[in-house]
């Protein structure tokens, strides 16, 4: 299964203007392939395709009626399904929400919708988010469409399959340690996670609040900054967001002469594959024909990063994720008293790995251990701000590879927490220091996809998706 | 540092998650690899350093680089009523509703 590389937002947006298709007839196709594919992949737990010929119905209107539209309208998108669409079922993968029905929309939601983007489906992912390879999820795993004996990667493991499968032509997914960016790069595709505080989580089922953030899953750059147009910028609903320009499409294709790329010399060392270590450094070597110096530089806090991101992100999802208890919504298991009632619906309702995280949380921030573990990644954390902060004084980007590992195989890593963990070695960085950062694909390896990952400075989502987008051109 | 069955059992207790004994197992083992993984942080000395999101540590010194603190927008909104999600939609999700107020076990003893 190949992904078809002439599909852009914008051909089907214009097709769509020039008649030479309607937003229905799209609709149908995308639904024709997914009835005859997924039931190999498994990228979709849900699907809603009375609303998405509804919802198409009005983009032909408009269209027929001659009403300007956006290039978002009538192009069909799937949902990672933590992400509330109301009236939808939103299950995060978990069987605590198998039967909940969100209702309210995210605010990514709402601005797609009224962008005119149909929703197609809502996409498999690891439980509430936690995984590195669709396997934690409580409907199945997913196969990765490019190779179905590997995992997508995780953990918008369905939303990945899902574009890659030419399933939908986009898709929204959500980045806490790299799971945008490690299964676009395990399918060779675009993933864009938005600098902290650039895109509203309203109506996103939190995992580790100081680390979420929503961004798109593509097949090219452009479409890629099509959709971060769309979904960011403030939003009464999440008061981390930032009033900053969100404008990126028109800088596609301005100059990078002069311009400095960053190598940090610690994330070339041992663990990484030797292949994907040449084929990054043959991408940079690349890069000086745009004009771009290359520069080593040192991080040498980095190295840290992964400890101090599994102690936070466990610490606070210890606490978000106690609202599943049984008694407003999702799964309840019936006991005789209250507290036996949360303690068997939290052990029925959540699945290994879900425990397992909150038990490490609970520890990180439990009495005589809240200093020696919380509070300190805490303090580290921002001491490798500060060595961004200042590496971005010197250089314009930094450029690593996404994963340090080609797609593995399926339950490979399932049964050695600490080994999966190892997979989110090279994104979690960029969630600790709050900069955005973009997987794509720089060629294969074995038939298998490689990613390369460009971080920015704070809010540079312009300049990372222009490089990207020159790189794509090579 | 090890982690053992009563550390496993105590912060079951304090997440209010029943384990099964193979769990408690299970889990005593991989919390042990991982939080070894975690001391590595030990080699870092940050004994000076402040969280800069710490108001009562304001007077101390602060390490720059929580540009996410400094660069955010206008955080609040006014306080107005609105009707945001359906009451009727939102109840609908109770695993026990009675005379439309979600029903529980009793929390205290009679």
Redesign the interface.
């Known amino acids: 299964m190949k992904k078809q590389k002439n599909i852009s937002i914008r051909s089907l947006h214009e097709g769509l203007l020039n008649g030479e298709f309607t937003a229905t007839n799209l609709v149908v196709d995308f639904f024709k392939k997914i009835k005859k594919d997924d039931k190999k992949i498994n990228a979709f737990i849900s699907l809603c395709e009375e609303r998405a010929l509804i919802k198409a119905g009005e983009v032909d209107e408009q269209i027929k009626n001659k009403v300007k539209i956006n290039l978002l309208a009538g192009i069909p998108v799937a949902i990672k399904d933590n992400l509330l669409v109301?009236g939808l079922k939103c299950t995060a993968g978990s069987k605590m929400l198998t039967n909940?029905?969100a209702?309210?929309s995210a605010t990514v939601i709402e601005r797609l919708e009224k962008a005119g983007a149909i929703i197609i489906g809502k996409t498999n992912m690891d439980e509430f988010a936690m995984g590195s390879s669709g396997e934690t999820s409580n409907f199945g795993t997913t196969k990765n469409p490019l190779d179905q004996k590997k995992v997508p990667g995780g953990s918008s493991s369905g939303s990945a399959a899902a574009v890659a499968a030419d399933m939908a032509v986009f898709a929204l997914g959500s980045d806490t340690g790299g799971s945008i960016r490690q299964p676009a790069s395990f399918c060779g595709l675009v993933g864009l996670k938005p600098t902290?505080?650039r895109v509203s989580r309203h109506g996103l089922i939190a995992l580790s609040s100081s680390f979420d953030q929503i961004g798109p899953l593509t097949r090219s750059v452009e479409d890629s900054a099509i959709v971060f147009e769309n979904i960011a910028g403030?939003d009464?609903f999440d008061?981390?967001?930032?009033?900053?320009d969100v404008s990126v499409l028109s800088h596609l294709g301005a100059s990078l002469k002069g311009q400095t790329v960053g190598i940090p010399k610690e994330f070339f060392v041992a663990g990484m594959d030797e292949e994907i270590k040449k084929k990054t450094e043959e991408t940079i070597e690349n890069l000086k024909s745009l004009g771009l110096k290359i520069k080593e530089i040192s991080l040498p806090?980095s190295k840290?990063s992964l400890?101090?991101y599994?102690?936070l992100m466990t610490a606070e999802l210890?606490s978000n994720l106690?609202r599943f208890?049984?008694?407003?919504?999702?799964?309840?298991a019936d006991?005789?008293?209250?507290?036996?009632?949360?303690?068997?619906t939290?052990?029925m309702g959540?699945g290994?790995e879900v425990?397992?995280r909150?038990?490490?949380g609970?520890?990180?921030l439990?009495s005589g251990y809240v200093d020696a573990?919380y509070?300190?990644?805490?303090?580290?954390r921002?001491?490798i701000?500060?060595?961004?902060?200042n590496a971005f004084k010197e250089v314009d980007y930094i450029i690593t590879p996404t994963s340090p590992c080609l797609p593995f195989n399926l339950g490979e890593k399932f049964n050695d927490?600490?080994t999966m963990?190892l997979s989110d070695i090279y994104t979690v960085s960029a969630n600790v220091v709050?900069i955005p950062a973009l997987s794509m694909p720089i060629g294969e390896i074995k038939n298998l996809p490689v990613g390369l990952q460009i971080m920015g400075d704070?809010?540079h989502e312009k300049e990372i998706l222009n490089l990207a987008s020159q790189i794509e051109k090579i | 540092m090890k982690i053992d069955i009563q550390q496993i059992e105590h912060l079951a207790k304090l997440a209010k998650i029943s384990l099964t004994e193979a769990e408690k197992n299970r889990f005593a083992k991989d919390v042990t690899s991982i939080i070894d993984y975690f001391d590595q942080l030990n080699e870092i000395n940050s004994s000076k350093f402040v969280i800069p999101t710490e108001p009562a540590l304001s007077e101390v010194e602060r390490v720059e680089g929580s540009q996410i603190l400094n660069k955010v927008g206008e955080p609040f909104h006014s306080d107005e009523p609105k009707n945001l999600f359906s009451t009727d939609k939102t109840l609908a999700e109770a695993p026990e509703l009675e005379a439309n107020q979600i029903k529980v076990k009793a929390v205290f003893d009679r």
């Open positions: 109301e909940y029905v209702p309210y902290y505080g403030p009464n008061s981390t967001l930032a009033d900053e806090l840290y400890a101090i599994y102690i210890s106690s208890d049984g008694v407003r919504y999702g799964f309840r006991n005789e008293t209250l507290l036996e009632m949360y303690e068997k939290r052990a959540f290994d425990k397992r909150i038990i490490l609970t520890f990180v439990s573990y509070r300190k990644a805490q303090k580290v921002e001491l701000r500060a060595e961004f902060k927490p600490l963990y709050g704070f809010y």
